[in-house]
Antibody
Framework: EVQLVQSGAEVKKPGESLKISCKASGYRFTTYWIGWVRQMPGKGLEWMGIIYPDDSDTRYSPSFQGQVSFSADKSINTAYLLWRSLRASDTAIYYC????????????WGQGTLVTVSS | EIVLTQSPATLSLSPGERATLSCRASQSVSAYLAWYQQKPGQAPRLVIYDASNRATGIPARFSGSGSGTDFTLTISSLEPEDFAVYYCQQRSDWPPSYTFGQGTKLEIK
């Protein structure tokens, strides 16, 4: 059974850094792209970008380029979403997703990580 | 960037009724169109992929159709657990880029 288990909710101050995680199981981690999707409070879904865990090839949505970064650790089947300097506007739920074989859609979703940024 | 427009924004129906949700793309997306269901406090779940294929575990009352720029998600006879927000999503070619519609809230009348 494919599972994506994300790290717990975070409360941070503006300017702080943060790394949240997404641990995959039930499939070969290195052979599927992992993506990240943002959902701001009461809003819709926004695609942030993708990473290929085998070689860490990464593509960012233009809306998120330079604002976040992705990484992956093959040894522990875990993908990460990183911020160097959080802003209040980063407050949202962040989902990791496993892409389908052909990259056309998001086949499996993590449970989401709520990030709250407030002074 | 391809824009997906979903209609209606809110659909109020009763259990047992038929639901028809629309998703229109600003330019052709071929058949690279998926639908997701999101219930309050939960992650989205894939319902339909490649415009008309049901995802694993999705009941047969869900069906998808369309190609090019106009797509439809139909729920033939609503069950209480079907009331949720539904999003359509498309993929553009390499480098991959994905956009979602703004969502249709399917609520109990």
């Amino acid at each position: 059974e494919v599972q994506l288990v994300q790290s717990g909710a975070e409360v941070k101050k503006p300017g702080e850094s943060l790394k949240i995680s997404c641990k995959a199981s039930g499939y070969r981690f290195t052979t599927y792209w992992i993506g990240w999707v943002r959902q701001m409070p009461g809003k819709g879904l926004e695609w942030m970008g993708i990473i290929y865990p085998d070689d860490s090839d990464t593509r960012y949505s233009p809306s998120f380029q330079g604002q976040v970064s992705f990484s992956a650790d093959k040894s522990i089947n875990t993908a990460y979403l990183l911020w160097r300097s959080l802003r209040a506007s980063d407050t949202a739920i962040y989902y990791c997703v496993r892409h389908s074989d052909g990259l056309n859609y998001f086949e499996f979703w993590g449970q989401g990580t709520l990030v709250t940024v407030s002074s | 960037e391809i824009v997906l427009t979903q209609s209606p924004a809110t659909l109020s129906l009763s259990p047992g009724e038929r639901a028809t949700l629309s998703c229109r793309a600003s330019q052709s997306v071929s058949a690279y169109l998926a639908w997701y269901q999101q219930k309050p406090g939960q992650a989205p779940r894939l319902v339909i992929y490649d415009a008309s294929n049901r995802a694993t575990g999705i009941p047969a009352r869900f069906s998808g159709s369309g190609s090019g720029t106009d797509f439809t998600l139909t729920i033939s006879s609503l069950e209480p657990e079907d009331f949720a927000v539904y999003y359509c999503q498309q993929r553009s070619d390499w480098p991959p880029s994905y956009t979602f519609g703004q969502g249709t809230k399917l609520e109990i009348k």
